[in-house]
């Protein structure tokens, strides 16, 4: 091929995909509620981790700092569903990036650094977030919290003492979350475990229904339960639970081949009926159907070598470089139109470009945008009643819970109760105006135009996942 028909092969690629971010198919998509389970828990935890620090320091008289400790506490909001061993260490790493970010943010505000160059800081601290949280493969709310929390730091502390006093805050907060998270390790601690092969029994379950593409689906679960298992089973009172699950686990793997290779049902009807006394809230085995539970446990994964490798991986630098330049055009664009709060802009394209593919990309944008401007309108009312600083907690703690229990449901869900949180703790540092909630619409419909512009024009020609209907 020419590098003139490449040109056009590339050209003709990009078009095909900003097309595809406007078809109608594209955006009814957008509304479409996915299923998910388990999510009142982890909504639980982290609903009472900002609760909590945000009543003690409202209590002792640090209503503004409390904000940021309550951002802190964000962190029990990363990792659901990962078994305690593993938690503890991807949570520990979150707190010191998050840290870190507070205090980027923190001395750029001391400094007093142009807002130009604040969001080229930013938009490389973004791409630096999503290298590391792609890498140690972090779920949760992604690279914008750190961004967010280095924004919020940079706009709010011009002395040194002010600067450590945030950092503390935040340190506090993360110190909370990462307690409210890692707390059901004592009383259940193969709680993450045994829902992962409760998935693993259910996708197995439904192969006559999914039929071949279904083996894929399965085998990957049982994959990813495996390695659960094997984190969980380092828990000293957890280990003969644990035999007793990959004994499961590998009746699951012989129906998987069984209905695979010779079209036989029979195992897949045996193991389904593990699912239910899996999801049972169980500190111990009592497994009905029981089997004979495994010889050993496998060895854990060392998940931090592989996550060092990851993220020097070409796909990772490849994506967190154009994370950063989304980033900086949609900042950059904002502060060029005068807008107040251009960070915000770039706040949009980082959460849009989150998806692992364009499709993803389009669909997150869209979605961020709707939930904005529902959220915007809800801030709005709540800006207009001047809320005072208790009913701002209960406010923000409602909606840091709506936010947990929708985000694997609809994004769009879970941005309508972010915007007004956002706008709600802004407001403990300083007073805002509903004009603030105009302003988060209008920045984020930058940044997420800004976000799919950039994906299509940088879409590697390998990604086709918004062409397969």
Known sequence: MTSTETATSRFEHSSDALAHSVSGSTWRAAFRIGPADATIAPAIRVGLAAAVVLIVGGLLGYQELAGFAALGAVCAAFGRYEPYPRLAGKLAMVGIALVASVAVGGVLGLVGVSVWIQIGVLSLLAGAAYCFMSGFEITGPGPVILVFAAAGAAGFTSTASGLMQLILAASLGILVGWMAAMFPALVLPMGPARLAVARAVAAVGRLEQTGEPGVVAAQASIARARSITASSGRIKSAVDHGRELVAVLDEADAAVAAWHEHGDPTLIHDIA???????????????????????????????????????????????????????????????????????????????????????????????????????????????????????????????QVAAELSVIKNYALTSMAVTPMALVLIGLNAPITTDSAVARVVDTLIGVVVGVVVGALTISRADRHHVLR
């Not at 500190?283 to 070598?305: C, K, N, Q, T």
């Not at 394209?349 to 961020?368: D, E, F, P, S």
Request: zero cysteines; proline letters at 3%.
């Open 273 to 399: 009926l593990h699912e239910k006394e899996l999801r049972k809230l169980k500190r111990s085995s009592m497994i009905e159907h029981a089997l004979e539970p495994a010889s050993e446990i496998p060895a854990p994964d060392g998940y931090f070598v592989a996550g060092l490798a990851r993220m020097y991986s070409r796909e990772v630098r490849t994506n967190a470089g154009r994370i950063v330049l989304a980033s900086l055009f949609a900042g950059w664009l904002a502060a060029g139109a005068g807008l107040e709060h251009p960070t915000w802009a770039s706040m949009g394209a980082v959460a849009a470009m989150q998806g692992l593919n364009y499709k993803q990309t389009v669909q997150r944008g869209i979605q961020r945008l709707l939930g904005n401007v529902a959220g915007a309108v809800i801030a709005a009312v709540l800006i207009a009643m001047t809320l005072g600083y208790w009913q701002a907690v209960v406010a923000v703690v409602i909606f």
